[in-house]
């Protein structure tokens, strides 16, 4: 077995985290989304507590459109179809999610006058009521699995790559 021809056992590492990456991350946007979808009005309610908009157009169309988006990058990282795009639309909705969620934590917290890691509430991704800290620590896993994708090279997409993953060895002709 000449050197071409020998597994490159040191390569399929960056090629399967990325592919666990784009099925973890695609899946779950894909099931949050749709867990939105299915249940509009309490979506509305949800974003209208953050106060980030007051008029109505703009709070139905936030509440129409963002679950339908989610749906829309989790098919396609799901897909591998524009891998890096979708990484960075994930990367531009987590971070400013994130933002508005720990802002309302803290206001929650400081109403409450509890401790920040016991602050819980619905905020809005799909999953029902959430520890503030594990969400935020959800949510810095996920902006990493994102920026990873965003970063991580790519094998070439043409029919011959396509037919053979990077995750393989190549088998000689």
Known sequence: MNDSTA???????????????????????VFMG???AVQPVEFLKL???????????????????LPWFEVFCGLLL????AVRGAALVSLGMLI????????RALVLQAASQIPFCAVRFDCGCG??????CYKLIENGLLMLLSGWLLAAPHPCRNSSSMARSSLWPRQSS
């Not at 999953?127 to 503030?132: C, K, T």
């Open 47 to 65: 974003v209208r507590q953050y106060e980030l908009v007051d008029a109505p157009f703009w709070l139905n169309l936030i509440a129409a459109t």
């Open 127 to 132: 999953a029902g009521e959430v520890l503030i």
């Open 7 to 29: 597994p490159r056992t040191g390569s399929r590492w960056p090629a399967l985290l990325t592919l666990l990456a784009r099925l973890g991350l695609g899946g779950l946007y």
């Open 34 to 36: 749709l867990s939105k």
């Open 78 to 81: 799901l897909g591998g179809v």
């Open 96 to 103: 400013p999610f994130t933002a508005v969620v720990w802002r």
